[in-house]
């Protein structure tokens, strides 16, 4: 494929808010309340970030494949779309966009954010994705390439504690705070 990875919007962000919502009491003994309500607003921030026919058509035209996080976090979407394009993947933790409330949100609930529940964020494969990734930081729409399509079928994550790889997707990480949950 030769593509770049390109991730649009944040991490686990709306799962982040959902917890927010539904265990805000648990949550409060540990945060103040403009914490919560800031992860809030940044949800509601991200819903006009969704990649419409205007970005499309136009930044992302030359995109192979567009995927959103949705359930199952980005890490699902990256498995998805090594899966779709039938290739190898080479991400960086580092770069994949995360806001620090939800990584501390995670932290509380002992989740992990890559697999925590991801609407409004995609992943793109396309080649010479810097490009569409400074067009879309002019918009402001958070960005960044967070990879590269690569031969073979390893899928490999790198992040501060060295080399790992993609596993199948498994049950969102959301499930273990909020049983019945349903996207």
């Known amino acids: 494929m030769g593509d770049d990875i390109l991730a649009i919007g944040y991490a686990g962000l709306s799962g982040s808010a959902l917890l927010c919502r539904e265990k805000r009491e648990a949550l409060l003994q540990r945060f103040p309340s403009s914490f919560l309500r800031e992860v809030s607003r940044r949800e509601e921030e991200m819903a006009g ?30 498995w998805k779309m090594a899966e779709a394009s039938d290739t190898g993947l080479y991400i960086s933790y580092s770069l994949i966009p995360i806001r620090q409330e939800t990584i501390e949100i995670c932290e509380y609930f002992d989740l992990n954010p890559y697999r925590l529940y991801s609407k409004g964020m995609y992943v793109c494969a ?17 960005s960044c390439v967070i990879g590269a399509a690569a031969p073979g079928k390893q899928r490999i994550l790198r992040g501060t504690d060295g080399i790992s790889y993609l596993t199948r997707p498994s049950p969102d990480e959301i499930r273990k705070v909020i049983s019945e949950w349903q996207p």
């Open 49 to 78: 970030y969704l990649p419409g026919p205007d970005i499309t058509g136009t930044i992302l035209k030359e995109a192979h494949i567009i995927l959103p996080a949705g359930e199952g976090g980005i890490l699902s979407a990256l």
């Open 126 to 142: 396309l080649p010479g994705a810097g490009l569409a990734e400074m067009a879309l930081k002019a918009r402001g729409i958070p």
